[in-house]
C-alpha cells in the first residue's frame, strides 16, 4: 500500500525547479506532501483531495491525477531552505484512515 | 509550534523493558496517528485513532499497543523492547479522520533500546 516516490534523491542550485512524483496502485481519495528537515518533524506542504480540491503554499504546488492515481509536487526557483526529504502520503478510497506515507525523496539545493 | 505535544522527547531504556509515550493532539482534533521513523528511513504508519475508537492498523507489532483517552490525548504503549525498535515515534494529529484533512506532527520521542 506505500506509494512509490521519484526520484530518490535530486540536486539542484538555487533559482532551479524540480518535480518529485509519487504513484500508487491503490485507488485514491486524497495525497499528501510534506517535507521534513533532519532531525524535525514533518511539516505540511500540500493536500490533493479526489475531485479536484487543493490546497497549499504559492511557491510550491502540485498536481493530482486520480485515473492514474499519481500527483506531483513541483518547486519553482528552489531556495536553500527547500532542502529536505519530501514524502508523499496517500489516503486510499478502501481505506479512509490510513495515511500512509512513500519513502521520501532527498532534495538538496546548493548556492 | 504544530500544536501537538509529545513526552518524553527523549527515552533511553534497556532490552525486555516497556516505556508509554504520550501525545497530546492539537485543540479540537479528534484523530491521531502513531509512526515510526528508523534512522534516515521512511515514516511507517502503525496505528490511528479518531475520537477514541481505532480506525486503521499498520505494521504495528503485538508487543505494541495504543489507545485514546476521553480527554483525546493518545499514549503508545511498546513492551518487551528490543535493539531494532530504537526508532523516532512520531505522532499527528488532524480534525477530520478520513484523510480529508492535514496532519500535524508533534517533534517526535526519540527511544533507545541499549
Known amino acids: 500500500q506505500q506509494p512509490v516516490q521519484s526520484p530518490q534523491a535530486v540536486i539542484l542550485r538555487e533559482g532551479e525547479d524540480a518535480v518529485i512524483n509519487c504513484s500508487s496502485s491503490?485507488?485514491?481519495?486524497?495525497v499528501h506532501w510534506y517535507r521534513q528537515k533532519h532531525g524535525e518533524a514533518p511539516v505540511f506542504l500540500m493536500i490533493?483531495?479526489?475531485?479536484?480540491e487543493q490546497k497549499g503554499h504559492d511557491k510550491i504546488s502540485a498536481s493530482f491525477n486520480e485515473k492514474k492515481q499519481q500527483s506531483s509536487l513541483y518547486l519553482t526557483a528552489s531556495q536553500l531552505s527547500y532542502s529536505g526529504t519530501y514524502f508523499c502520503?496517500?489516503?486510499?478510497?478502501?481505506?479512509?484512515?490510513?495515511?500512509?506515507f512513500g519513502a521520501g525523496t532527498i532534495l538538496r539545493v546548493k548556492s | 509550534d504544530s500544536g501537538v505535544t509529545q513526552t518524553p522527547k527523549h527515552l533511553i531504556t534497556a532490552t525486555g523493558q516497556r516505556v508509554t509515550l504520550r501525545c497530546s493532539p492539537r485543540?479540537?482534533?479528534?484523530?491521531v496517528y502513531w509512526y515510526q521513523q528508523s534512522l534516515d528511513q521512511g515514516l511507517q504508519f502503525l496505528i490511528q485513532?479518531?475520537?477514541?475508537?481505532?480506525?486503521a492498523k499498520g505494521n504495528i507489532l503485538e508487543r505494541f499497543s495504543a489507545q485514546q483517552f476521553p480527554d483525546l490525548h493518545s499514549e503508545l504503549n511498546l513492551s518487551s523492547l528490543e535493539l531494532g525498535d530504537s526508532a523516532l515515534y512520531f505522532c499527528?494529529?488532524?480534525?477530520?479522520?478520513?484523510?480529508?484533512?492535514?496532519?500535524?506532527f508533534g517533534q517526535g520521542t526519540r527511544l533507545t533500546v541499549v
Open positions: 499527528a494529529s488532524s480534525v477530520g479522520g478520513q484523510g480529508q484533512t492535514e496532519a500535524f
Open positions: 491503490k485507488a485514491l481519495y486524497s
Open positions: 490533493l483531495l479526489k475531485g479536484g
Open positions: 502520503g496517500t489516503v486510499p478510497l478502501e481505506y479512509g484512515n490510513k495515511l500512509v
Open positions: 485543540s479540537g482534533d479528534l484523530s
Open positions: 485513532y479518531y475520537n477514541g475508537e481505532e480506525r
